[in-house]
Every structure is written in C-alpha cells, then in structure tokens.
C-alpha cells in the first residue's frame, strides 16, 4: 500500500508540474494590421472599434493574445503603400482593410500576408479577387456592394419627396468603387424618372465650389455617394446641405447622425464585426482563397427628423415605421 500510495503521489506531482510548466508558457500572441481610411485610435474610429468587438468575441484580446498595428489615412489615400509596406516589414500575420484603396495598396505590397477586406465596394472589379466564389490569392473578406441599393435609395428618397425631379450625385473619383456606384445610380434614376447631376470632390477643399455646382444646377436632392473622404468630412457636408437647403442621402448612419437627412446601406459596423471571423478562420490555418467573398447581409434605415424639421419637411409615417432608427 505505502509503495502504491508513493506512485499515486509521484504521478500527482508529475501532473501538477506539467501543468505549472504550460501555465509559465506564453500565449501565442497574433499580430494584426489594419490599414483604416480614418484615424488609428480605437475610441474615435467606430470601424475599428466594431472590429475588435468581433475578435473579443471570439477570444481574442488585446494586451493578451493579440497586438493590433494601427495604420490610419486620416482620409489621404497616398499614404496607403507606405503604411502597408510598413506591416510588411512587421511581418503583421493578418492586414484588415476597411476600404478600397487600401486594400490595393495591400495587394501591392504583399503576395503572401493573407488579406482580410472589411467592405470593399467591388473587390472583382477593382482587380482585388478572381471571383467572389473563389477569391484566389492571398485576399478575401466582405463585400458592401449590393447593386439594389441605389435603386432603394432613389425609392426612399421619393418617397420622402415625392415631387423630386432632380438629383445631384456627389462623388469622389480618386475612389476605385466610385464609379461602379454612380452607373447603378443612373441606371436606378432613369428606372424612377429622376434626373441626376454628377458633381465630383477629390478632397473637402472642393466642397464649395461642387455645392454652388449642385444650387446652379437647380437639385432638389442630394446623394452622397459611399467615399471615406466623405465620411471624415460628413460635419461639413451636412453644414453646406443645411445651407443649401438640399435633403440628402447617404449609405450610412454616421452621415444622418451628423445631420444628413437619410441613410440607407449595409451596417458597416455588422460588416466590421463579421471580418473577424475571417481573420479568426485565418488565424486556425484557413486559406484566404479557400474562403468565398461574402455580401452584406444586415441593412440600415435611418432617418434625422431634426434635419426634417429643420428643411420645413414632412417625413410620410409608412416611411417612418419602416426606419431602424430615427434621430429626434
């Protein structure tokens, strides 16, 4: 018994030892870039924050298994290859990137580093993936382009101003998506009878003089196309619409929440969120050209009644009840 009795205490003390070694053992830590059209600081950039959201969830942490390399443009896309090569040299495990052009300049600066899109507009067009079923290559994620939506934006904003004849479409043509976006809006526009008129803005120095463009022009509406630019700058936009007295329309919610008067467009934050479980996938020993390309599946209405009020216009009820949120 007493010969028995020393092999069990042997065989707890090997046990408990095994265990106090793994527990001494580092973590992997898992090394991300990303490269963001906006700031870097996770507080102040709601897409990032969103992203983390979805790695917490799936047990990544910050500070424990994970170090996030924060790359952010501050809207001037130029700075996009350096940033990239830069996570090159870091030799980050994963890129995430949040918009087109940084998504190229991450194809440029690595072949091997797998590449997560966190809503690209049109990864096929761009020159981003093969195919959507089959990326191929070191690149895959989410896409945000859905071609119906300008045509329920065009629908919902008849529907908000139904005497509306005349749309102005601000876009920015230093955005590879950008045109793919205005072709669906004019092919939506003749579908409802609307006339559109295309005002271009590379950069918010060229606000004024697209705004007085869109007053000459005599629209009765505005359609901000989706430009990160744009989203940096939403305040300003908003501000020059109130003055132009323009109600407008934009993909997102942040734009409404900054006085934009309508938003219609995938969550970007679902989609940020649901970037992590690619990089998650990734992480496990995926192939980002294993992994088929996925389209928004969540889509947002949100309508900025103060910027009605404001315009002296009255939102229809049926347009209200359908709103996922409406800002008072």
Do not use: C
């Not at 018994?1 to 046990?15: D, E, Y």
């Not at 350096?82 to 495990?93: M, N, S, T």
């Not at 087109?100 to 966190?118: G, H």
């Amino acid at each position: 018994m007493r010969r028995g009795a020393i092999g069990l205490m042997l065989a707890l003390a090997l046990v408990v030892a095994s265990l106090a070694t793994e527990a001494q053992q580092p973590k992997h830590v898992h090394r991300i870039g990303t490269l963001s059209a906006l700031g870097t600081t996770p507080g102040r950039n709601p897409f990032v924050e969103a992203f983390l959201e979805g790695m917490r969830a799936l047990g990544y942490v910050e500070g424990q298994n994970l170090v996030i390399e924060y790359r952010g443009a501050e809207g001037q896309y130029e700075r996009f290859p350096d940033f990239a090569a830069e996570l090159v040299r870091l030799q980050v495990d994963v890129m995430v990137t949040g918009v087109t052009v940084a998504a190229l300049a991450a194809k440029q600066a690595t072949t091997t580093i797998p590449i997560v899109m966190a809503g690209i507009g049109d990864p096929v067009g761009s020159g981003l993936v093969a195919s959507l079923a089959r990326p191929g290559g070191n690149i895959t994620g989410l896409s945000v382009l859905q071609p119906e939506v300008p045509g329920k934006q065009l629908e919902i904003l008849k529907e908000a101003l139904p005497t509306v004849s005349r749309v102005a479409i601000l876009w920015n043509p230093a955005n590879p998506s950008a045109a793919l976006m205005v072709r669906e809006t004019d092919v939506a526009a003749q579908a409802v009878g609307v006339q559109v008129h295309h005002v271009e803005a590379r950069g918010p120095d060229a606000f004024d003089s697209a705004f007085a463009a869109m007053t000459s022009a005599h629209a009765g509406a505005l359609i901000v196309e989706p430009d990160p630019m744009f989203r940096l700058h939403r305040s300003r936009l908003a501000e020059l619409a109130a003055t132009s007295r323009l109600p407008t329309m934009h993909n997102a919610r942040e734009f409404v929440e900054a006085g934009g008067l309508l938003g219609y467009g995938a969550s970007r934050s679902d989609v940020l969120r649901r970037a992590a479980t690619y990089v998650d996938k990734i992480l496990q020993g995926a192939k980002p050209a294993d992994l088929p390309v996925e389209p928004p599946t969540k889509f947002e209405l949100v309508i900025n009644l103060k910027t009605a009020q404001a315009l002296g216009l009255t939102i229809p009820p049926a347009l209200l009840s359908r709103a996922d949120e409406v800002i008072r």
